[in-house]
């Protein structure tokens, strides 16, 4: 079974930057179209970003467009988070999941979406 493993959370000051990692381990990840989602405290976790298994689509929520960039290196088997401009509601857990049943081009639906990883935190605080 795939299994995904998030990295490069941390605590940044708003408007500051980090780079999240999704690896994955025992398989390659160049066939899966991998999101990113998170959760907020006491929130639900909701779709952040999406992008094919080829890499040439990307899709995101708006609450993020133009300050997050979703890349993959398939050689690298890894799938990488680039938040820029960030804001403290962008605090949460940070979840990487690859897409499990078809759906829409860019699907961001939790439904659509298995093999969850473990999860790193993002604190955006002064």
């Known amino acids: 079974q795939l299994q995904l493993v998030e990295s490069g959370g941390g605590l940044v000051q708003p408007g500051g930057s980090l780079r999240l990692s999704c690896s994955a381990s025992?398989?390659?990840?160049?066939?899966?179209?991998i999101g990113w989602f998170r959760q907020a405290p006491g929130k639900e976790r909701e779709g952040v970003s999406w992008?094919?298994?080829?890499?040439?689509?990307?899709n995101y929520a708006d609450s993020v467009k133009g300050r997050f960039t979703i890349s993959r290196d398939n050689a690298a088997n890894t799938v990488y988070l680039q938040m820029n401009a960030l804001k403290p509601e962008d605090t949460g857990i940070y979840y990487c999941a690859e897409q499990q049943r078809p759906g829409p081009i860019g699907t961001l639906n939790l439904a659509d979406f298995g093999s969850w990883g473990q999860g790193t935190q993002v604190t955006v605080s002064s």
């Open positions: 992008i094919s298994g080829s890499g040439a689509s990307t």
């Open positions: 025992g398989f390659t990840l160049d066939h899966y179209a």
